[in-house]
């Protein structure tokens, strides 16, 4: 056996959030490839692919309990009802004393993913969600939240405008908050959603890097294309692009 084997594991819950649904259909929302591109992840010519990689291929669920597992790594997906609403964590196992504060960028993706979905059942049932992403490092020191004037937003719940960017003045309500992101709900966007990840300076990333997830719903062709093109602007002038994970 190895010293890793030989170490004690322990659950650590990465995202807990109460979603306003029954429990079957939440599970639903994490079995069927169909309704898990309504919240995981963005956009992308690669998501197909990615969620059968994740969700299908890769995964091994237990039905009766409700738990889904992910081959390779030590996170699973658990729902759990609570009369006509469910609890939904993401837990992962590791050796007792593996937990650190080190930015993790999978623990980040499952925290966005998991609002993502409570979003999508609290505000838009049903309906077809359009995205624009962005990632990549800034070209000066500031990262996504202090260029948006978002470094000091609410709680959870509360009200919110965005004093800075492309939107200034949006408003809404701040969706979640978390150690290293922020979700706001943007009215103007169909009721859509913001999310800013902001990854502190490291060796490697000396600035920091930025993540930006814009959800919308509802928009027009033109009033899509025009949010785009405000937003791709404001970006190219103050971030480079860099693929996640590069």
């Given at each position: 056996?190895?010293?890793?084997?030989?170490?004690?594991?322990?659950?650590?819950?990465?995202?807990?959030?109460?979603?306003?649904?029954?429990?079957?259909?939440?599970?639903?929302?994490?079995?069927?490839?169909?309704?898990?591109?309504?919240?995981?992840?963005?956009?992308?010519?690669?998501?197909?692919?990615?969620?059968?990689?994740?969700?299908?291929?890769?995964?091994?669920?237990?039905?009766?309990?409700?738990?889904?597992?992910?081959?390779?790594?030590?996170?699973r997906y658990e729902v759990e009802a609570q009369?006509?609403?469910?609890?939904?964590?993401?837990?992962?196992?590791?050796?007792?004393?593996?937990?650190?504060?080190?930015?993790?960028?999978?623990?980040?993706?499952?925290?966005?993913?998991?609002?993502?979905?409570?979003?999508?059942?609290?505000?838009?049932?049903?309906?077809?969600?359009?995205?624009i992403f962005f990632s990549g490092p800034p070209?000066?020191?500031?990262?996504?939240?202090?260029?948006?004037?978002?470094?000091?937003?609410?709680?959870?719940?509360?009200?919110?405008?965005?004093?800075?960017?492309?939107?200034?003045?949006?408003?809404?309500?701040?969706?979640?908050?978390?150690?290293?992101?922020?979700?706001?709900?943007?009215?103007?966007?169909?009721?859509?959603?913001?999310?800013?990840?902001?990854?502190?300076?490291?060796?490697?990333?000396?600035?920091?890097?930025?993540?930006?997830?814009?959800?919308?719903?509802?928009?027009?062709?033109?009033?899509?294309?025009?949010?785009?093109?405000?937003?791709?602007?404001?970006?190219?002038?103050?971030?480079?692009?860099?693929?996640?994970?590069?």
């Amino acid at each position: 056996m190895t010293e890793a084997a030989d170490k004690p594991m322990e659950d650590h819950v990465l995202v807990e959030v109460t979603v306003p649904a029954p429990a079957d259909a939440v599970w639903a929302a994490l079995r069927d490839p169909q309704k898990i591109k309504d919240w995981f992840g963005w956009e992308t010519e690669g998501l197909k692919d990615e969620i059968d990689f994740i969700f299908v291929t890769h995964a091994e669920a237990n039905e009766a309990r409700r738990v889904v597992s992910f081959v390779g790594v030590n996170d699973r997906y658990e729902v759990e009802a609570q009369g006509d609403s469910s609890l939904v964590r993401v837990v992962r196992s590791a050796p007792a004393d593996d937990w650190s504060d080190v930015f993790d960028g999978m623990i980040e993706g499952w925290i966005s993913f998991t609002w993502q979905l409570a979003y999508a059942f609290a505000r838009h049932p049903g309906e077809t969600r359009r995205t624009i992403f962005f990632s990549g490092p800034p070209r000066a020191d500031r990262l996504a939240r202090s260029l948006l004037g978002l470094d000091a937003a609410p709680a959870a719940g509360e009200p919110w405008s965005m004093p800075l960017g492309p939107d200034a003045d949006a408003s809404g309500q701040v969706w979640f908050t978390a150690r290293h992101q922020l979700g706001v709900t943007v009215d103007a966007w169909g009721d859509g959603l913001l999310v800013v990840l902001d990854q502190p300076p490291t060796e490697t990333k000396p600035r920091g890097s930025t993540m930006l997830t814009l959800t919308t719903y509802g928009l027009s062709e033109t009033a899509f294309a025009d949010l785009q093109a405000r937003w791709q602007a404001w970006w190219d002038e103050r971030f480079e692009t860099v693929e996640p994970g590069c």
